[in-house]
């Protein structure tokens, strides 16, 4: 039997951490609702449930799971603001899929974050600097339902 992978405690402050943190949270599912920004404390936060790609995709258990699941928090700092397009910030349970997040650079060291979610919304975050965090926060379970994306 192999040991469970860790909980994904991650770090990013510069494009290439960024795209580390896009691939684990490709496929994560969040509520509008979940997402947070605090002009005042210059955050952004999402919480969602991510699949565990590191987990190797799949776990075979009694009941056909196809992977795992975990709640999860990703937090961006130094936050000048956000823009959202194509999302209904009204609709609190509404479900959004994550697809990437990307930097694009402005005045260095900062730049614009962008959240890419399914079916064509997204949200721009400008940033003094890059400092995201990722962290699982909960223990993994188990999901009949494996992400799957059309060619």
């Known amino acids: 039997m192999s040991k469970p992978a860790p909980a994904l405690r991650l770090l990013a402050q510069d494009a290439e951490g960024l795209t580390v943190i896009s691939a684990a949270l490709q496929d994560a599912v969040a509520k509008i609702g979940d997402i947070r920004w605090d002009a005042q404390a210059r955050t952004l936060t999402l919480a969602c449930n991510r699949f565990r790609w590191e987990a190797g995709g799949q776990k075979a258990t009694k009941r056909g799971a196809e992977g795992e699941r975990v709640r999860s928090a990703l937090q961006l700092g130094d936050v000048t603001g956000v823009q959202a397009r194509n999302l209904r910030r009204e609709a609190k349970g509404a479900i959004v899929e994550l697809l990437s997040i990307t930097f694009e ?47």
Request: with cysteine; proline share 11%; glycine share 18%.
């Open 105 to 151: 650079p402005g005045e260095a060291p900062g730049g614009t974050v962008m959240l890419t979610f399914a079916g064509g919304g997204d949200l721009r975050v400008g940033v003094d600097c890059l400092d995201v965090v990722l962290a699982d926060v909960s223990e993994p379970w188990a999901t009949p339902r494996r992400p799957g994306h059309a060619d």
